[in-house]
C-alpha cells in the first residue's frame, strides 16, 4: 500500500495553522521515531531546484506524528547569506528522520507530499 499524497493549503505570510503530519510505512502503519534524534522538513521550491529544509517537532514518537510551525522568516528571511523564502505555488514537500546510528529515512518513500500557497486577499503579494 502506497503512501497518499497528502496536501497543506497556507496562505502567503500566515504561521497558522501548524502543519501536523502522521508519518507513515509503506504498509500504511504509523512510523515509530522512538530512538530518532530529528525529522527535518524539505520544501523544494516550485519551479525551481532550491530546497529549503527546517527542523520539525516530534509530538508523539510512538505514533509518528510531528510539526511544523511556520515562522515569519520562513517568508522574508535574514541572514548571511539570504536563505530562500517560500512563495506562491504548489511546492513538493518530505520528512527525513535521522536515527541515533545516523541511518536516514525519507517519508512518503514513494511519493511527496505537497505545500499549497495561496494569496491573502488582504496582503498585497509581490512576487
Do not use: C
Not at 27 to 39: E, F, K, P
Not at 102 to 108: L, V
Request: net charge neutral.
Amino acid at each position: 500500500m502506497s503512501s497518499p499524497v497528502n496536501t497543506f493549503h497556507l496562505k502567503y505570510r500566515d504561521t497558522r495553522p501548524i502543519m501536523r503530519v502522521r508519518l507513515r510505512n509503506p504498509d500504511g502503519s504509523a512510523h515509530d521515531l522512538t530512538g530518532a534524534l530529528a525529522v527535518t522538513l524539505h520544501i523544494k521550491l516550485a519551479g525551481t531546484s532550491t530546497v529549503i529544509s527546517r527542523t520539525m517537532t516530534m509530538d508523539n514518537a510512538t505514533q509518528g506524528i510531528v510539526s511544523y510551525a511556520w515562522l515569519l522568516t520562513d517568508w522574508a528571511p535574514t541572514g548571511d547569506p539570504l536563505p530562500a523564502a517560500l512563495a506562491l505555488g504548489v511546492h513538493d514537500m518530505e520528512y527525513e528522520v535521522t536515527a541515533n546510528n545516523n541511518a536516514r529515512g525519507t517519508f512518503p518513500n514513494a511519493t511527496h507530499d505537497r505545500l499549497s500557497i495561496i494569496g491573502d486577499l488582504g496582503q498585497m503579494v509581490t512576487t
